[in-house]
């Protein structure tokens, strides 16, 4: 009734046998995590750069890219060019966001810097989005 199995399956069940695809550890997936939350929260760095320069965004941002590059083994991120268009209040938004979900992983991954860094970043952002001055172009 039913056609026989031709080809060996691609899932190995049985026990003792070795897998023929790499398997990471959970230290090295949240490595990539980390990663990726504070890469995606330089990017919004350098928006922000753009549109209200300031030596803390500057210094957030260098902050930022050696922590991305330590947990790449080495390899820098790139970096956004800033443009001149957008909203501040809502870039600050995404960075606090971003900021949080990085702490959340930086502090399941008990690395003291990140965690640090992550929150620092949430209490500038959070400050920014509170001071309409602030986000605002004009004085």
Known sequence: MYEP???KSVHRTMAGTASDFP?????EELDIQLAGHLAALLAVTDELRGLTPSAD????GERLAEQVARLRGGRPPL??????AGDPA???????????RALVVAASRADTA?????AERMDAHARA???????????
Do not use: F, M, Q, V
């Open 114 to 118: 990140a965690a640090i860094l992550a």
């Open 79 to 84: 970096r956004a060019t800033p443009s001149a």
């Open 90 to 100: 809502a870039l600050h938004r995404r960075a606090h966001a971003l900021a949080g």
């Open 129 to 139: 989005g509170s001071d309409p001055k602030e986000l605002s172009s004009t004085p």
């Open 57 to 60: 965004l500057e210094t957030a």
């Open 5 to 7: 199995i031709r080809t």
């Open 23 to 27: 398997h990471r550890s959970r230290e």
